[in-house]
């Protein structure tokens, strides 16, 4: 998923596109993995 994120250039709903998810699927991961969100 970090490297979907990195992928995406930390935009969740392009780095769901790349996964197959939804972004509010990718954001419920990040807050449950506890990723910290880079800012561009």
């Known amino acids: 998923m970090i490297a ?3 992928r995406a ?3 969740q709903a392009r780095a ?3 996964l ?4 509010r699927q990718i954001a ?3 807050q449950i993995v506890n ?6």
């Open 28 to 30: 419920c991961r990040v």
């Open 35 to 40: 990723i910290e969100m880079k800012q561009i």
């Open 4 to 6: 979907a994120l990195e």
């Open 16 to 18: 769901a596109r790349l």
């Open 20 to 23: 197959g998810m939804t972004p």
């Open 9 to 11: 250039g930390w935009v």
